[in-house]
């Protein structure tokens, strides 16, 4: 691990800290399900919390992120309260979208967190139009898109690619290699020779880092980040990773050879980055503390979602859009 954080022992800390909130989040997220408390899908970030941690406190406030169907930890990162997400889970009054959105579509626009979405790669479209309004108002934010390997495959992606391009607008693609979508090895149904390639041929710098090393991913985007806003255009960053759980909470991911989830554990964020702080100076107490706390907040949230009133039915259309959906029976339209 190198980079300049290596100098900041404080920083890895707090970064750590971040690291072990969306891991509890996480873990809490999926106990809630098999529990029958989330109605929906849970998918999991866990094994891949050092590319939001990393890539997000290289933002500001103000800045724009646009996530996937994985986007807790995104969600997370950049700053939105874990509280007001559980609820969201939880479908409960007090959500961050009041209950309406659930797991994939976590949105705080307080902290620049435009959303989740269901959809894959439909983020990056809407990346390049929060892009494209920074540029009509002469801002200097950026806007961050987080997307899957297998999204660089469907058609949002290279329209986001081609129109960030044209107009040079302030995006940064981050695709988290995990190297699978839902059950399908990328690889074996991606032409051509990648996600990195891909961006290129678009004119749009691309490197490739290893997403589970915190140090690497944040020095790589302390300099993208700052090219970035300096007006150098859009550029993409691919962080290889590997997802430790199923596609889903309800995914055993039994189609997996043991033998690369085993190599994949040793290679986990979270076991290296502790031993990072542990071989500079941050004692077991301290880092067993620093887990209970964040264990003993998310414990917190989960017992506040349990008991919180659902939303009254009648609230139902209000924040939506309603662009002439077919009556229900009994509404008189
Ligand atoms: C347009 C669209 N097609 C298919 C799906 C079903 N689906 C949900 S997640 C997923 C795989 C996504 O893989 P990737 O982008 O690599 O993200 P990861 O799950 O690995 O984080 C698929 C095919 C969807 N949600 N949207």
Redesign the pocket.
């Known amino acids: 691990m190198s980079s300049n954080l290596a100098n900041e022992p404080a920083r890895v800390v707090a970064m750590f800290r971040k690291m072990l909130l969306i891991r509890a989040f996480e873990e809490a997220a999926g106990e809630a399900f098999h529990a029958g408390n989330v109605r929906g899908s849970v998918?999991q970030y866990i094994g891949e919390e050092s590319i939001a941690v990393g890539i997000c406190e290289n933002l500001r406030d103000d800045d724009f992120l646009t996530s996937?169907?994985?986007g807790h930890g995104h969600s997370i990162a950049k700053g939105a309260d874990p509280r007001a997400m559980m609820l969201e889970l939880f479908g409960r009054v007090g959500g961050t979208s009041d209950g309406k959105g659930g797991s994939m579509h976590i949105a705080d626009f307080s902290v620049g967190m435009l959303g989740a979405n269901?959809?894959?790669?439909?983020g990056c479209t809407i990346s390049v139009g929060a892009a494209q309004s920074i540029r009509l108002l002469k801002q200097d934010r950026i806007v961050v898109n987080f997307?899957?390997?297998?999204?660089i495959n469907?058609g949002p992606f290279m329209e986001a690619l081609n129109w960030a391009k044209v107009y040079e607008l302030p995006v940064l693609f981050v695709c988290?290699n995990?190297q699978?979508?839902?059950t399908t090895t990328?690889r074996l149904v991606t032409a051509g020779e990648g996600i990195a390639k891909r961006a290129e041929s678009f004119g749009i710098p691309a490197i490739t880092i290893d997403g589970n090393d915190l140090f690497e991913v944040d020095s790589t985007t302390a300099r993208v980040v700052a090219e970035i806003r300096n007006g150098g255009g859009p550029q993409l960053i691919q962080a290889m990773t590997y997802?430790l759980r199923g596609?889903f909470a309800h995914d055993p991911a039994d189609y997996r050879d043991p033998k690369e989830v085993e190599a994949a554990l040793g290679r986990e964020p979270m076991v290296r980055t502790e031993a990072w702080l542990l071989e500079n100076g941050v004692g077991v107490d301290e880092i067993a503390a620093l887990k209970a706390e964040v264990d003993a907040e998310i414990a917190g949230y989960v017992e506040e979602a349990v008991n919180a009133p659902w939303p009254d039915g009648s609230l139902a259309f209000t924040d939506v859009q309603d662009v002439g959906a077919p009556a229900y029976p009994g509404e008189g339209r």
């Open positions: 998918h996937n169907h994985r269901g959809v894959i790669a439909d997307i899957g390997d297998g999204g469907r988290e995990n699978i979508a839902a990328t997802r596609h």
